[in-house]
Every structure is written in C-alpha cells, then in structure tokens.
C-alpha cells in the first residue's frame, strides 16, 4: 500500500467515523443520557462521548454508566 493509497484510506476512515457520531453531538447531553439509557447508543458513541464530555455522563459507582451496567454490581 502506498503512502497515498494509506493517506486517501484514513481520510474515509475518519470521514465515515464523523458521520456516525454526528447525530451523537446533535442532541443535548440530556438526550444523549436517555439513548444512552434505552440502549440506542453504540460503544463507539459512548466512548467517543466519554472522550469529549466526561462529566456529562453519569457514574454508577465510579463507573461510566454506560460499561457499569454490564457489572454484577449493577444488576444488585
């Protein structure tokens, strides 16, 4: 693979990547929780969420909501 043929992959790669998390950053934190919540968000979203907005996500017990709900000790 040549240096452009990389260049011109990377470049769709991170095309395609913005066009997934746009509707993410369209909503208001508030309803981003609430997809968040009824499972509309994909690990991608939430992470990349996680990465730019840290505070707005809530914690079940120090974790991120988001991963804390796959734990034993959320399900208690």
């Known amino acids: 693979m040549?240096?452009?043929d990389?260049?011109?992959a990377y470049i769709k790669t991170i095309a395609k990547r913005r066009e997934r998390l746009r509707t993410l950053w369209?909503?208001?934190?508030a309803e981003r929780i609430?997809?968040?919540r009824r499972?509309?968000?994909t690990l991608e979203q939430?992470?990349?969420w996680a990465a730019r907005f840290p505070e707005q996500i809530p914690l079940v017990n120090g974790e991120y909501e988001y991963l804390a709900k796959h734990t034993p000790e959320a399900s208690e």
Not at 26 to 29: F, G, I, R
Request: net charge negative; proline share 5%; glycine share 6%.
């Open 34 to 36: 609430l997809a968040m």
């Open 46 to 48: 939430c992470a990349a």
């Open 6 to 8: 990389f260049s011109e």
């Open 39 to 41: 499972g509309e968000l």
């Open 26 to 29: 369209e909503m208001t934190p």
């Open 2 to 4: 040549s240096q452009t």
